[in-house]
């Protein structure tokens, strides 16, 4: 028996470097500059087919909302394109929130749970429901199955963690430095 693993395991091993499927890097750079949200509201059912439907030239830059005018400029520039507003239809840029439930009318029901696309809520059947904060993504997918409406979107509170300069391209252009040199 430890032979035969051993026999598939070499197996395994070697097929994995045989067909080796090397991931786009257009792909993964335009995948870091979206949000993570994986909210959908960009008409995709996450953030990384939407990095590839860019890619490919099947989709527009300007449909993240969470994302909104910051990565909009962001993708432009990487992909060299020229700047488009938040195309309305896909909807409108929001402070960044994260869920809340009010424990108090929770049912129970899962719906959130089942609605979430981060995990980030915790609980059971029949038992009440919580939100683990720094998991939450503010996709707000959770709050239109809940038939308590218990669940509500809090905007995260400005502190020095969540603080975030709102013009760095800006003043890196005053100062004559590549924005994108930056951040190391």
């Known amino acids: 028996m430890s032979l035969g693993a051993i026999v598939l395991g070499a197996a395994l091993g070697y097929a994995s470097i045989i067909f080796k499927v090397e991931g786009d ?6 995948n870091a500059i979206l949000p993570q949200t994986q909210c959908g509201q960009c008409g995709f ?24 005018e910051e990565g909009i400029r962001k993708l432009a520039d990487l992909l060299g394109r020229e700047f488009q507003p938040l195309s309305e239809e896909h909807g409108v840029e929001k402070p ?11 049912i129970g029901c899962t719906l959130c749970l089942q609605a979430c696309p981060v995990d980030a809520i915790v609980g059971a059947a029949k038992q009440m429901h919580t939100i683990v ?10 709050v239109a199955p809940c038939p308590v409406n218990c669940i509500s979107m809090q905007p995260i509170q400005e502190n020095v963690d969540t603080w975030k300069w709102p013009y760095p391209r800006f003043i890196f252009a005053q100062a004559g430095v590549n924005a994108e040199r930056r951040a190391v």
Do not use: H
């Open 25 to 30: 890097p257009l792909v993964d750079k335009i």
């Open 45 to 68: 059912p996450g953030c990384k087919p939407y990095a590839q439907a860019i890619s490919k030239g099947e989709a527009e830059i300007n449909q993240c909302p969470p994302g909104g």
């Open 133 to 142: 904060s720094s998991l939450c993504t503010g996709c707000e997918l959770c």
């Open 96 to 106: 960044k929130s994260v869920a809340f439930v009010d424990e108090s009318t929770c």
